[in-house]
Antibody, heavy 116, light 106 residues
Framework: EVQLVESGGGLVKPGSSLKLSCVASGFTFSSYGMHWIRQAPKKGLEWIALIYYDSSNKYYADSVKGRFTISRDNSKNTLYLEMNSLRSEDTAMYYC?????????WGQGVMVTVSS | EIVLTQSPTTMAASPGEKVTLTCRASSSVSYMHWYQQRSGASPKLWIYETSKLASGVPNRFSGSGSGTSYSLTINSMETEDAATYYCQQGSSYPWTFGGGTKLELK
């Protein structure tokens, strides 16, 4: 059974940093691209980052480019999202999701709240 | 960036009613994918590559379309189908979602 479990969220002040993790199981993690997708409270879904299976390529939404970094450790079956210079508009549920041009499995999400 | 516009934004349907949700892309895409999100839950892949049902999706659902116009159809609305449905394109970076259609039970 495919499982994606996010962690690392919380309440932080504007301008601060946070690192999210997503532990994967039930599939060959090192063979798949992985994404981060977020959803602000009562809003729609926003794709924010993709990393290739071998970390050779990374793509970001303009809204997070230069502030967020996606990475992975295939030896630990873990995906990361390092978030710097956080803003109030980054407040959202953050999901990790599997695969390439569509997202066939999603985690349960982790909440990030940016507020003073 | 390809902008996806879903319509309607909200709708209500009675049990047994046929429902059609639409998604229009600002530029042509190869496929459209659809997700169902129930209140308080993570989104689930529902239809992929325009017309393929994800595992466990009832066959009263179907998807169709091409180019810039796509749709998701429920042949006969059931209580459990009340949810928000999002379309998504992965043909062109950045991947984008539509704003969602909230489908309620009448």
């Amino acid at each position: 059974e495919v499982q994606l479990v996010e962690s690392g969220g919380g309440l932080v002040k504007p301008g601060s940093s946070l690192k999210l993790s997503c532990v994967a199981s039930g599939f060959t993690f090192s063979s798949y691209g992985m994404h981060w997708i977020r959803q602000a409270p009562k809003k729609g879904l926003e794709w924010i980052a993709l990393i290739y299976y071998d970390s050779s390529n990374k793509y970001y939404a303009d809204s997070v480019k230069g502030r967020f970094t996606i990475s992975r450790d295939n030896s630990k079956n873990t995906l990361y999202l390092e978030m710097n210079s956080l803003r109030s508009e980054d407040t959202a549920m953050y999901y990790c999701a599997k695969d390439w041009d569509y997202f066939d499995y999603w985690g349960q999400g982790v909440m990030v709240t940016v507020s003073s | 960036e390809i902008v996806l516009t879903q319509s309607p934004t909200t709708m209500a349907a009675s049990p047994g009613e046929k429902v059609t949700l639409t998604c229009r892309a600002s530029s042509s895409v190869s496929y459209m994918h659809w997700y169902q999100q129930r209140s308080g839950a993570s989104p689930k892949l529902w239809i992929y590559e325009t017309s393929k049902l994800a595992s466990g999706v009832p066959n009263r659902f179907s998807g169709s379309g091409s180019g810039t116009s796509y749709s998701l159809t429920i042949n006969s609305m059931e209580t459990e189908d009340a949810a928000t449905y999002y379309c998504q394109q992965g043909s062109s970076y950045p991947w984008t979602f539509g704003g969602g259609t909230k489908l309620e039970l009448k």
